[in-house]
């Protein structure tokens, strides 16, 4: 069964670098997420792409944040500046249609800031 | 705002018992809503979407249901097993159409041999 992957598992990265994830979607879906989830808190929503462009960003995607489909595999989430508070598990997920379908999770990049 | 509540305590069960699980949202009516199963260091998998106008659904040992006059959602897994144990996670989608789900903070199920 087709599936998502992310790379790297787990990126250690010095306060103030930037940093960036990548994810390949699963190859005829459509619509790609980014979540993030911090040790022992929910699932958190950060932005949803759809045609290449942003079709919905949380508050916690602020300007540090951008995300890129760079060729037809690729999905990346880069984060200019990082900071303390940045440290957590990030999800990427796609889905054939927005509505209505179910998310494929890949298993995460866990980023680490020092 | 959307507002997305689970049992906050384990639940702790014996192999072969039925497993409950509840899901209670507020300010707002998803035309669906998704539950996923969620494993250490690992991201959350889906296992079932049941809409707005499907009272129940079923899969194998799973069996969720949805009233929309409670505002609730049920999680059941029945002859549970040790390989069940893992978090449960129910997440219906946002308002705005583009499919991004709210999670709530899920359910840890432990079901002892």
């Known amino acids: 069964e087709p599936e998502v992957t992310q790379t790297p598992s787990h990126q250690v990265t010095q306060m103030g670098q930037e940093v960036i994830l990548r994810c390949v979607p699963i190859s005829n879906h459509l619509y790609f997420y980014w979540y993030r989830q911090i040790l022992g808190q929910k699932v958190e929503f950060l932005v949803s792409f759809y045609n290449n462009e942003i079709s919905e960003k949380s508050e916690i995607f602020d300007d540090q944040f951008s995300v890129e489909r760079p060729d037809g595999s690729n999905f990346t989430l880069k984060i200019r500046s990082t900071k303390l508070e940045d440290s957590a598990m990030y999800f990427c997920?796609?889905?054939?249609?927005?509505?209505?379908?179910?998310?494929?999770f890949g298993d995460g990049t866990r980023l680490s800031i020092l | 705002s959307q507002k997305i509540e689970q049992n906050s305590e384990a639940l702790n069960i014996q192999e072969g018992k039925t497993a409950t699980l509840t899901c209670n949202y507020t300010?707002?009516?998803?035309?669906?809503l998704q539950w996923y199963r969620q494993d250490p260091g690992r991201g959350p998998v889906f296992l079932l979407l049941i809409r707005e106008n499907e009272k129940e659904k079923r899969k194998e040992r799973l069996k969720v249901t949805f009233d929309t006059t409670l505002k609730q959602s049920l999680f059941h897994i029945t002859a549970s097993q040790p390989a069940d144990s893992a978090t449960y996670l129910c997440?219906?989608?946002?308002?705005?159409?583009?499919?991004?789900?709210?999670f709530g903070q899920g359910t840890e199920l432990s079901v002892k041999p």
């Open positions: 997440a219906p989608p946002g308002y705005n159409q583009g499919g991004k789900l709210i």
């Open positions: 997920a796609s889905s054939r249609s927005g509505e209505n379908q179910p998310q494929h």
């Open positions: 300010n707002y009516s998803p035309a669906y």
